[in-house]
C-alpha cells in the first residue's frame, strides 16, 4: 500500500509565505502535530519512508516514526517544487500579475519564470521517482511511506489518482494529514491535455 503525507507546520506556513526549495525547519506547532500523527497512524504498518531532504520533511519522518524499525531514505526527487524568485514572499493571491499566482489560479496555464521549475519538470522527476522506486517496492508487497510538500506531494496524488492539470489544487492535504494512495501507481501523466 502507497501512503502519503505533507510536513508539519512552519512559521512560514503560518505567515502565508511560499517555501519551495527554502529549508525551513517546523516550529513546535508542526513538531506538536507530528507527534499527534505518530499517534493517530500508529496502527497503520510501513515497511519504508521516502522522504524529502529538507528539514522539515525530515523531522516530521522522524517523529512519525520513532521507535518504529522503518528506514528513512531521502530522496532529492521528493523536494518541494522550486518557486525560484518567489520563494519567501507572502501572499501571493493578492498579485494577479505574479507568474506563480497563476500556477495556483490557473495551473493549466502556469508558466514558470524567475528560477522557479514548472510544472513539467516536477511531474517529470516525482513520476520517475513512483517508476523506478516505488512501483517495484509495491509490487514485492511493501507498505511504503512518501512524506513531502503540499505540491510535491499533490503531483504524486494526481498522477495516482488520475486528476488532469487543472484540477491540481482541488487536492487540499492538511499538514500531517496521511493519504492512502492504494497499492499501484500506473502510468497516468496529468501533464497530457485531453483532445
Given amino acids: 500500500m502507497l501512503y502519503i503525507i505533507r510536513h508539519g507546520k512552519t512559521d512560514w506556513n503560518e505567515e502565508f509565505r511560499l517555501q519551495g526549495r527554502t529549508d525551513i525547519p517546523l516550529n513546535e506547532d508542526g513538531r506538536s502535530m507530528a507527534r499527534e500523527a505518530a499517534k493517530k497512524y500508529s496502527g497503520i504498518h510501513f515497511d519504508v519512508c521516502y522522504c524529502s531532504p529538507l528539514s522539515r520533511a525530515r523531522e516530521t519522518a522522524s517523529i512519525l516514526l520513532e521507535n518504529r524499525n522503518v528506514p528513512i531514505i531521502t530522496d532529492s526527487r521528493l523536494l518541494e517544487m522550486c518557486f525560484g524568485e518567489f520563494e519567501g514572499t507572502k501572499d501571493c493571491f493578492l498579485h494577479p500579475d505574479w507568474a506563480i499566482y497563476r500556477f495556483f489560479k490557473d495551473t493549466e496555464n502556469y508558466v514558470a519564470e524567475k528560477g522557479a521549475e514548472s510544472l513539467e519538470e516536477l511531474f517529470s522527476r516525482t513520476?520517475?521517482?513512483?517508476?523506478?522506486?516505488?512501483?517495484?517496492?509495491?509490487?514485492?508487497?511493501?507498505?511504503?511511506?512518501?512524506?513531502?510538500?503540499?505540491?510535491?506531494?499533490?503531483?504524486?496524488?494526481?498522477?495516482?489518482?488520475?486528476?488532469?492539470?487543472?484540477?491540481?489544487?482541488?487536492?487540499?492535504?492538511?499538514?500531517?494529514?496521511l493519504i492512502e494512495l492504494g497499492d499501484s501507481v500506473g502510468d497516468f501523466n496529468p501533464m497530457e491535455k485531453s483532445a
Fill in 127 to 177: 513520476g520517475d521517482f513512483l517508476n523506478t522506486v516505488v512501483k517495484k517496492d509495491l509490487e514485492d508487497g511493501k507498505d511504503v511511506l512518501i512524506v513531502g510538500h503540499g505540491a510535491m506531494n499533490n503531483s504524486i496524488i494526481s498522477r495516482v489518482r488520475g486528476i488532469p492539470v487543472k484540477d491540481f489544487w482541488t487536492i487540499a492535504i492538511p499538514n500531517c494529514e
